[in-house]
């Protein structure tokens, strides 16, 4: 009985040898901050304004190209070809230069959506 109490310390102590608690919410954020990270809510790209739900809000500029457009939504991540933009706004007759506008574009929306926010008023 003697030697299955001091392995069963000897265990123990080798189980909670590289024991560390998981940090409360407070302290990774603490942490989060000191490299650099923000909130979500807080992340602006260009004109391009991530919100808190995943969805994003995105600022036309006056006289904007398409293919200006599109470069700029794809290096926010909010589409991930700027090619694909570019082809269906020229199948949907959108060559005109953009005018300052806001559209709401929800996360992982089709191409589609982000025209139809571009055409309506």
Do not use: C
């Not at 909670?16 to 790209?45: N, T, W």
């Not at 794809?74 to 005109?96: D, Q, R, T, Y």
């Not at 806001?102 to 982000?114: G, H, L, Q, R, Y």
Request: net charge negative; proline share 4%; hydrophobic share 45%.
């Amino acid at each position: 009985m003697g030697i299955g109490i001091i392995l069963t310390a000897l265990l123990g102590m080798l189980f909670f040898l590289g024991y560390q608690p998981v940090p409360d919410d407070e302290s990774v954020m603490k942490r989060a901050e000191v490299l650099g990270m923000v909130q979500a809510s807080e992340i602006i790209v260009d004109g391009i304004h991530r919100q808190v739900d995943g969805g994003w809000r995105v600022e036309t500029k006056d006289g904007e190209t398409m293919q200006d457009f599109a470069l700029r939504l794809k290096n926010a991540g909010v589409i991930k070809s700027e090619l694909e933009l570019e082809i269906a706004a020229n199948k949907a007759g959108m060559v005109e230069p953009l005018k300052n506008k806001t559209i709401f574009v929800p996360a992982n929306s089709p191409v589609s959506d982000v025209l139809k926010q571009l055409r309506s008023d």
